[in-house]
């Protein structure tokens, strides 16, 4: 506590957490700022599966023929992508954010159940984002507001998963 | 997760890692690393500018994400997960105050293009919905089962698409492993997609729009506003019973 009286300043704009509320109103402006002036709307998992598919290229698996990608990983540029730029732009603003409120520390796996719920919640992720054509900022985030159907019935499905994920996570995982 | 918390924890466990002086030393590292990752990013920003013509601007917003992100710890598994795991509400609020406020953005910029009566959807200027800004996209079986899919994962692994990238930067190593097989995941649903989209039961590939659904602007935005109020009502009802409060 004596810490807050010898740096206020640094206390009071770094290492604040900011209420849920101002996050939302951010979101949203931020989202919307996007829109605007990029035309482009705010997505998060539309590159991985390119990712995925460059890295096969990388390995020697010839993925670019597969009906999946159809010659769309030759022209891919990483940088020209608006969503990829956006995702490295919340890792690294997340870490400047802890780094600046002195609060960054690797926080290490601690069982063996750690690493398959990462397992197998990333591949149930990345499965489930392409068939509902988007994630919870794409098809969701992105689609609800806009008035669109998807994001509703998104918001429905996503909440089922999540509340047999919780039974799951509490039985297994825990 | 804050300082204060683990240092009641250390001071209680009798395992007093580091000194007030360590302490100091280890925080004036990190603002000074803070300060050198500032620079570096904004450098980084004006490489993405000669790679992208309004990149530096998307960049500025995608670190303005992940900013928000971690500091408001905003996180759209734990507004769905928590009402069933722990109960509470606070999340699940947020996330549709965050909702009604881009809503009346998206509404503002599609309203320009599809005018007030919707007379400009299908002649030249706006061929269909999915060129709005915004996600109006194809609905169906398809959006069932990839969200319910999803929404175990997100449970699963701790973080959903944006939370697992903002715990990557706050140095959670479980979704250094996460984020690996999301992008597995996310070639397997890629090769599973023309599959999918070749079965009529599965895919339906018509967006639907709430303004074209419900014969125009205005009872789109009753319901659109309407269901957002009354899940919010809802949610502040359910957490508070849950809480003991009521």
């Known amino acids: ?174 | 997760m804050s300082d204060t918390n683990t240092s009641t924890i250390r001071r209680s466990s009798a395992r007093v890692k580091e000194t007030p002086e360590q302490r100091a030393r280890k925080q004036k590292i990190q603002l000074t690393a803070g300060i050198v990752v500032a620079v570096l990013l904004i450098l980084l920003g004006l490489y993405i500018q000669t790679q992208n013509p309004k990149g530096a601007y998307i960049w500025m917003i995608g670190l303005g994400f992940g900013y928000t992100l971690q500091r408001s710890r905003f996180c759209f598994t734990a507004s769905m997960r928590d009402p069933i795991l722990t109960g509470s509400t606070d999340l699940t609020k947020a996330v549709i105050i965050a909702l009604a406020l881009a809503s009346i953005g998206y509404m503002a910029l599609q309203m320009k293009l599809t005018g007030v009566d919707l007379s400009n959807l299908g002649t030249e200027n706006l061929k269909d919905v999915s060129k709005l800004p915004g996600h109006v996209r194809a609905v169906g079986v398809h959006t069932v089962i990839g969200g319910f899919i999803f929404g175990i994962g997100a449970v699963i692994s701790g973080g959903c698409a944006s939370g697992t990238f903002m715990r990557m930067g706050e140095g959670f190593v479980q979704q250094w492993i996460a984020i690996i097989f999301f992008i597995a995941g996310s070639v397997i649903g890629m090769v599973l997609m023309p599959i999918v989209q070749a079965s009529p039961i599965l895919y339906q590939k018509n967006p639907v729009y709430l303004p074209q659904l419900l014969g125009g602007w205005v009872p789109a935005i009753i319901v659109q506003f309407g269901l957002l109020f009354a899940l919010y009502v809802l949610a502040d009802w359910y957490g508070k019973k849950k809480a003991g409060e009521l």
């Open chain 1, 1 to 174: 506590m004596d810490e807050k009286k010898k740096y206020p300043f640094h206390e009071k704009y770094f290492k604040k957490e900011w209420s849920y509320a101002t996050g939302s109103v951010l979101l949203a402006m931020l989202a919307l700022a996007l829109v605007i002036v990029t035309g482009g709307s705010w997505g998060v998992t539309g590159p991985l599966g390119m990712w995925g598919g460059k890295f096969l290229e990388l390995i020697g698996i010839n993925a670019d023929s597969w009906k999946a990608y159809n010659g769309s990983l030759a022209t891919y540029n990483f940088w020209k992508d608006q969503t990829a730029i956006t995702d490295l732009g919340i890792v690294l603003g997340a870490f400047l954010s802890v780094l600046l409120a002195t609060q960054f520390k690797i926080k290490k796996i601690k069982s063996m159940k750690n690493v398959w719920a990462a397992v197998l919640g990333g591949l149930l992720m990345g499965i489930g984002a392409r068939l509902a054509l988007g994630c919870n900022i794409g098809a969701f985030f992105t689609a609800l507001p806009a008035f669109s159907l998807n994001g509703w019935v998104f918001w429905i499905s996503i909440f089922t998963g999540a509340a047999v994920g919780s039974q799951l996570l509490k039985k297994y995982f825990m």
